[in-house]
């Protein structure tokens, strides 16, 4: 079992900075592969970024490449977004997953857990 909460959601404006945090509770967070996922009201959940067990790069979603950047640390159990730059259109309420899978996934049916979500509000 995996809890995840999320946080550093908030008001940015555009052209700012912010960071989210995804604070995971049990002892096989390592086990478990991350990703953000956003959603809009009205709106399908989006594919954000992804990393994996062991960390390293991340794989982007293209709206958001080159600005966002994803780590993981594992002595926090957390993973973190960086959000440089955002866009009015990066506003939406952000989700941290995490799937027990090896292989890379975009899908939201392929993660176990979900956090509450973090409502992220870019202005202009």
């Known amino acids: 079992q995996v809890q995840l909460v999320e946080s550093g959601g908030g008001l940015v404006q555009a052209g700012g900075s912010l960071r989210l945090s995804c604070a995971a509770s049990g002892r096989t967070f390592s086990s478990y592969a991350i990703s953000w996922f956003r959603q809009a009201p009205g709106k399908e959940r989006e594919f954000v970024v992804h990393?994996?067990?062991?960390?390293?790069?991340?794989y982007y979603a293209d709206s958001v490449k080159g600005r966002f950047t994803i780590s993981r640390d594992k002595a926090k159990n957390t993973v973190y977004l960086k959000m440089n730059s955002p866009k009015p259109e990066d506003t939406d309420v952000y989700y941290c997953?995490?799937?027990?899978?090896?292989?890379?996934?975009?899908?939201?049916?392929?993660?176990?857990?979900w956090g509450q979500g973090t409502q992220v509000t870019v202005s202009t």
């Open positions: 990393i994996g067990r062991s960390g390293g790069n991340g």
């Open positions: 997953a995490a799937a027990n899978a090896p292989k890379r996934s975009i899908r939201e049916a392929s993660y176990d857990y």
